[in-house]
């Protein structure tokens, strides 16, 4: 195709870009930008941290809390995260105007009290995943507050007293 053909084709069309930031984005129904994660919804149960392909969601026990951390920087904008939320607690935006002047401001964090076992201190889940996951599950009330591992010795050592082993 000539130059002069292209030419006559382009400015018979005319301009087909946006001029932003003077007229707003074209977007459609599928763009995906930053995900914003809710709190009040968060259980903090880490289901999108596995998810996540480029590790911008961290969660991280520290002492009695444990944070999870959104790093926009890293994320690639594949929503996976909300995907996977069993709370539902994480949506995907349309917000791509995301510079900062500092890393501190592309991070946000959402902090959840962890909840210990009764028997070794471990912590096991968070309070929040505590009050809405596990007590609405089979798990007895007595194992709520104790850890897989102490579980385990725990029903090691019932399971032996029924056979008479722990009686000498």
């Known amino acids: 195709m000539s130059v002069a053909k292209i030419l ?4 018979r069309t005319g301009r087909v870009t946006r001029r ?12 995906r930008g930053a995900v914003k994660i809710d709190p009040s919804k968060c259980w903090g149960c880490g289901a999108c941290v596995k998810v996540c392909p480029p590790n911008a969601l961290t969660l ?3 002492g009695k809390e444990a944070t999870l951390e ?18 539902k607690a994480i949506e995907v935006t349309k917000e791509f105007e995301l510079s900062a002047t500092s890393l501190e401001d592309l991070k946000s964090r959402v902090i959840h009290r962890l909840a210990r076992c009764s028997i070794c201190g471990a912590p096991i889940w968070t309070e929040a995943e505590l009050r809405t996951v596990v007590k ?5 009330e ?7 591992k102490c579980r385990k010795e725990r029903f ?3 399971a ?7 009686s000498e």
């Open 160 to 166: 032996m007293l029924r056979l008479g082993a722990g």
């Open 8 to 11: 006559e084709i382009a400015l």
């Open 20 to 31: 932003y930031p003077y007229e707003p984005p074209l977007l459609t129904p599928e763009f």
């Open 156 to 158: 090691a050592k019932a």
């Open 142 to 148: 007595e194992y709520y507050l104790v850890c897989p």
């Open 70 to 87: 959104y790093f926009v920087g890293r994320c690639v904008f594949c929503g996976m995260c909300a995907e996977v939320c069993p709370a």
């Open 136 to 140: 609405s599950s089979p798990i007895a």
């Open 60 to 62: 991280k026990p520290a």
